[in-house]
């Protein structure tokens, strides 16, 4: 039998499931690769889950438009925004702000926006516990993910979090152009952070007063929980000169390795190919230690 405890624990991760929307980067050449393990492993359990490309003309669209999805089998949900631009890295910043500010118009009402690419695998159920937790953290924090020292910018490999104010508060003001000028970058990740912080500078100070631009995700024990780099490297460090400057010197937390590196919630991993994301979801839904009580739920 379940105790009492974990059953409250667990209904409350189904409850806020819903409120969970999910969206990959990807592009058509990936479809039917890493954009399939991502949708076929991780996605399915979020509240709704979608992937965003601009497919060709010889491709057609699948139309969401409203909140009921009907998929075929093996279809995938790739959801239909006007505005996109070229399927190209240097447009990789727009492809994201045009994203943000078709969900505040099309589906405002969930409570976080999880953005990751097509080779980060998260772990659903961890990111949903790690959520509910902040629901009352005061400021109230509108961005999470791994940190660097820049304090308001997240990695975007190892996915990140947009809660419902902060997507509200990033379309009110960046579907200026000129506002999102100022804030602009190649790197999708960093405007997202960028557009957050100049958004604080201007904003009148009742929009912004109750809030922060980002906030923690390490455990009480320092660990990280999004990880923007692969398992093995997070856990035997990095191999070359690059690398390894890049990891100990651009994160906002000291970097550990070895079994330090990884929280127990740990919630993400970038670079993943599928093989590896197939293994990785079995290992953690399809493999149970045979002393240990295990309450399972439906995922």
């Not at 976080?112 to 659903?124: F, N, Q, R, V």
């Not at 996915?159 to 997507?167: A, E, F, H, K, Q």
Request: contains cysteine.
């Amino acid at each position: 039998m379940c105790s009492f405890k974990l059953i409250n624990s667990i209904s409350l991760v189904e409850y806020y499931r819903s409120r969970l929307f999910c969206f990959v980067l990807t592009n058509q050449e990936n479809l039917e690769t890493r954009a399939r393990a991502t949708y076929e492993t991780w996605g399915h359990r979020c509240g709704r889950f979608v992937l965003i490309t601009r497919l060709n003309s010889s491709r057609s669209y699948t139309i969401f438009d409203d909140e009921q999805i009907h998929l075929e089998e093996n279809q995938l949900p790739i959801q239909y925004i006007p505005t996109l631009p070229n399927e190209t890295y240097s447009h990789l910043a727009d492809k994201v702000r045009q994203s943000l500010l078709f969900f505040n118009e099309i589906y405002p009402n969930y409570d976080w926006y999880l953005k990751a690419d097509d080779d980060t695998y998260i772990i659903i159920e961890n990111l949903l516990r790690f959520l509910i937790s902040t629901i009352k953290r005061y400021p109230k924090p509108i961005l999470y993910g791994y940190r660097f020292r820049e304090d308001y910018y997240v990695s975007g490999g190892s996915g990140y979090v947009i809660t419902r104010d902060g997507l509200r508060l990033f379309s009110s003001y960046m579907n200026d152009d000129v506002k999102y000028s100022m804030c602009n970058s190649s790197m999708e990740d960093m405007m997202v952070g960028l557009c957050l912080q100049r958004i604080f500078d201007f904003a009148p100070s009742d929009q912004t007063k109750h809030y922060q631009y980002v906030g923690d995700t390490i455990d009480q024990h320092g660990r990280e929980r999004f990880h923007p780099l692969t398992f093995r490297v997070h856990f035997k460090g990095p191999a070359n000169k690059t690398k390894r400057e890049w990891i100990h010197f651009r994160p906002y937390h000291h970097n550990l390795f070895g079994y330090e590196a990884f929280s127990e919630t740990t919630i993400s991993f970038h670079y993943t190919p599928p093989a590896d994301m197939y293994e990785m979801d079995s290992f953690l839904y399809d493999i149970r230690q045979f002393d240990k009580q295990v309450c399972r739920t439906s995922v």
